[in-house]
């Protein structure tokens, strides 16, 4: 199994963004995905999951309204859109994988980078 981060970069706020997360070894149709983040200094934080059929999302209080996780199963990719995103919002974006609906994530990408300018 593995998870390819990508889409990261450099983005002025109130513009967009959306992140990418690559999923191979057939996980998909039985993964619920998420989208992590870590910024300097702080702890990894849980941004958005989205269940299996894609019937379900849930976000941080700090995004919501904002970004939105959507997956493609048939593409093995799960995206992460950013909208208005704000330089608080500056961190090293990890997607990542758990069965179902188990407590804990088994898979993790290698994360990519997301700068916001104010």
């Known amino acids: 199994v593995q998870l390819q981060a990508s889409g990261g970069g450099l983005v002025q706020a109130g513009g967009s963004l959306r992140l990418s997360c690559a999923v191979s070894?057939?996980?998909?149709?039985?993964?619920?995905m998420g989208w992590f983040r870590q910024a300097p200094g702080k702890e990894r934080e849980f941004v958005a999951q989205?269940?299996?059929?894609?019937?379900?999302?849930s976000y941080a209080d700090s995004v919501k309204g904002r970004f939105t996780i959507s997956r493609d199963n048939a593409k093995n990719t799960v995206y992460l859109q950013m909208s208005s995103p704000k330089p608080e919002d500056t961190a090293v974006y990890y997607c990542?994988?758990?069965?179902?609906?188990?407590?804990?994530?088994?898979?993790w990408g290698q994360g990519t980078q997301v700068t916001v300018s104010s």
């Open positions: 990542a994988a758990k069965f179902l609906l188990r407590p804990d994530y088994s898979y």
């Open positions: 989205i269940i299996p059929s894609g019937a379900s999302t």
């Open positions: 070894g057939g996980i998909l149709s039985t993964h619920t």
